[in-house]
């Protein structure tokens, strides 16, 4: 095992240590560098992730879907609780917003900007361009010869809509896929095909026209682990962004979505090194550095909700105490706030049929061990200067 990994299970160990503790204040092990316990400190208090993230000038916040916010009236006052962001699941993607060609529809992503805006919730939108969540007419309508006008036209249209009311954009989701061998690592997406790899830069000046005040955020998956696949898309990132900069391209954030375990047997890949050497890399060309989607996949974990929980939350608790580290990280968002709405349920099921665990509320709302382990990485992270988290 390489000098800088931790080994895992000694941390489930120490997480199930915490769990032991039990009510109130909870107590955990730190960790040396070699996963030895160091330190007993307490976690007290029951202040939210929100007010936990905001003593530090951090954002947490997650995504949700307008269904589940509309009609849950128990998830949506846990969320105005415990987060100070939202983003729209999948309420602003092309398939939704765009069903028509010649027409947008608002509706939804207008109720959840307006539930932002009532209880006092910053905004997000994601994605302006994507390889993925198409309408159907796309395909016969899109052409080499159109591509850049509807690109630019449905930037326009939507960021323009929301500009003045969101915080950042992810102006460009997914770009990377090393697989299909381009040059850069870039994504065979319609987007390439049509317009080249210049469509990136295209797309980000659109934003930053249409929407002058908001973030712009290069989001994408696969930059967590140190194995030979995600170097190679850390590389790509890394190339792209510093080629973004050296253009002027107004780009401002690397959204990192962090979405963990996705193929379950990552554990052991965790190398805090090589994700603080990445996000240093990320901050040195002056970019900020956000976490968009973070959850963490437990199809493969074991069945026993205490075991799996402990896992859950020392993923989180891994990756997060990493990130936040980092002066240039301004917030974290998970990819939603309870394990009653998640999008794993459908994408990562497990074979045994038990509900899936991999947020920080369980689905009665109750706080779980993932709550306790992002709580922590935010009480431990250091200060920011206020105001670090807008545009300056
Ligand atoms: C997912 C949503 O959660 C699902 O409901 C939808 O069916 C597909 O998209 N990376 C992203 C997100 O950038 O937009 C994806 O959201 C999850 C992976």
Redesign the pocket.
Same mark, same amino acid.
């Given at each position: 095992m390489p000098k800088n990994r931790v080994p895992f299970g000694r941390r489930a160990f120490l997480l199930g240590l915490g769990v032991l503790a039990g009510a109130g204040a909870l107590a955990v092990a730190d960790r040396s560098e070699d996963g030895t316990s160091r330190t007993t400190l307490t976690m007290s208090g029951e202040g939210s992730l929100r007010e936990r993230a905001t003593r530090k000038s951090l954002i947490y916040g997650a995504?949700a879907?307008y269904k589940t916010l509309s009609t849950d009236s128990d998830l949506a006052a846990s969320f105005v609780k415990e987060c100070a962001m939202l983003v729209p #699941?999948?309420e602003l993607?092309w398939n939704v917003i765009r069903a028509q060609p010649n027409s947008f529809n608002f509706a939804p992503g207008d109720w959840m900007a307006n539930f932002a805006k009532k209880h006092d919730l910053l905004f997000r939108g /994601?994605?302006l361009v +994507?390889y993925?969540?198409f309408p159907k007419w796309f395909e016969s309508k899109v052409t080499s010869q159109n591509a850049e006008k509807m690109l630019v036209e449905h930037i326009e249209k939507v960021a323009g809509h929301y500009a003045g009311k969101i915080h950042s954009w992810?102006v460009v989701?997914?770009a990377i896929n090393i697989e299909d061998k381009n040059p850069d690592g870039l994504r065979n997406s319609p987007w390439l095909k049509f317009l080249g790899p210049d469509y990136i830069e295209i797309a980000f000046r659109a934003a930053a026209q249409a929407d002058p005040q908001a973030l712009l955020v290069y989001?994408d998956?696969g930059l967590e682990y140190d194995t030979p696949a995600e170097t190679a898309r850390r590389n790509a990132v890394l190339k792209l962004l510093e080629r973004l900069k050296s253009k002027g391209t107004p780009v401002h954030i690397l959204g990192v979505?962090a979405?963990l375990l996705r193929r379950g047997n990552e554990m052991s890949d965790f190398n805090p090194a090589t994700v603080k050497a990445f996000l240093d890399d990320v901050a040195s060309m002056g970019l900020k550095i956000m976490i968009? #989607?973070i959850d963490v996949t437990d199809e493969k974990l074991p069945k026993d909700v205490a075991a799996r929980d402990r896992i859950v939350a020392s993923a989180y608790e891994d990756y997060l105490s990493v990130a936040l580290e980092n002066p240039a990280t301004i917030g974290v968002l998970t +990819?939603?706030l309870s394990d009653r709405s /998640? +999008?794993l349920t459908?994408?990562k099921p497990r074979a045994d049929g038990a509900p899936v665990r991999p947020l920080p509320l369980d689905a009665q709302l109750n706080r779980k061990l993932a709550w306790q382990a992002i709580a922590r990485t935010l009480d431990k992270a250091p200060e920011r200067p206020s105001q670090h988290q807008t545009r300056t």
């Open positions: 995504a879907r #699941e999948n993607k /994601t994605p +994507w993925k969540s992810d989701n997914e989001n998956y979505q979405h968009t #989607e +990819w939603g /998640t +999008w459908k994408n």
